[in-house]
């Protein structure tokens, strides 16, 4: 099975800041038809995750430019620039190009 | 507005079944993959089951933890994905969400497995 490890498991930011989540893969995520299905979640409180980012870099209908996702075959970040107090949850990677289907542990985001 | 609304969860005892259905609407069904994610009371997310389209022969994976005793199905006619569910253990317990992979993801049904 594909391992996903999210660092921090938590952070801490201000309003108006920016952070980082890293997510990295046992695996390359890399398919053979060529496309890397990695994506990113977030789950608010008492809420359901939602879709933030696919295949990588992708920003799902809706989603803030604020949200920005990159990497390459093994080693993924997620990045959040001018963090609302509506960011706060915990963020989810997971992948979806080998089955089965596996998520990182998740990072908790918290506002100062 | 999309909407992915699961039902049929509950309290079961071990051993017993239970069947989740998932109800869809707002986007193309038929040409969805679906995945039954649960999520344990630890928070951790888990992937149980996929079903793919028509164009894919419908095919279908499993979990390890859950092959042998689940199965997902779909009826493209009611734009809705099942799970069917046997054998439940303890450790089966948990938020189930319905999800149009990877894209739109259900409420959640709580599946409580207990003597």
């Known amino acids: 099975d594909v391992v996903m490890t999210q660092t921090p498991v938590s952070l801490s930011v201000s309003l108006g800041g920016q952070v980082s989540i890293s997510c990295r893969s046992s695996q390359s995520l890399v398919h053979n038809n060529g496309n890397t299905y990695l994506s990113w979640y977030l789950q608010k409180p008492g809420q359901s995750p939602q879709l933030l980012i696919y295949k990588v870099s992708n920003r799902f209908s809706g989603i803030s430019d604020r949200f920005s996702g990159s990497g390459s075959g093994t080693d993924f970040t997620l990045k959040i620039s001018r963090v609302e107090p509506d960011d706060l949850g915990v963020y989810y990677c997971?992948?979806?190009?080998?089955?089965?289907?596996?998520f990182g542990s998740g990072t908790k985001l918290e506002i100062k | 507005e999309v909407q992915l609304v699961e039902t049929g969860g509950g309290l079961v005892q071990p051993g017993k079944s239970l069947k989740l259905t998932c109800a869809t609407s707002?986007?193309?069904?038929?040409?969805?993959?679906m995945d039954w994610v649960r999520q344990s009371p630890e928070k951790q997310l888990e992937w149980v089951a996929q079903?793919?389209?028509?164009?894919?022969?419908?095919?279908?994976y499993y979990a390890e933890s859950v092959k042998g005793r689940f199965t997902i199905s779909r009826d493209d006619s009611k734009s809705s994905v099942y799970l069917q569910m046997n054998s439940l253990k303890e450790e089966d317990t948990a938020i189930y969400y319905c999800?149009?992979?990877?894209?739109?993801w259900g409420q959640g049904v709580m599946v409580t497995v207990s003597s």
């Open positions: 997971g992948q979806g190009t080998q089955y089965p289907l596996t």
């Open positions: 999800r149009g992979s990877p894209h739109y």
């Open positions: 079903i793919k389209d028509k164009s894919n022969n419908y095919a279908t």
């Open positions: 707002g986007f193309t069904f038929s040409n969805a993959w």
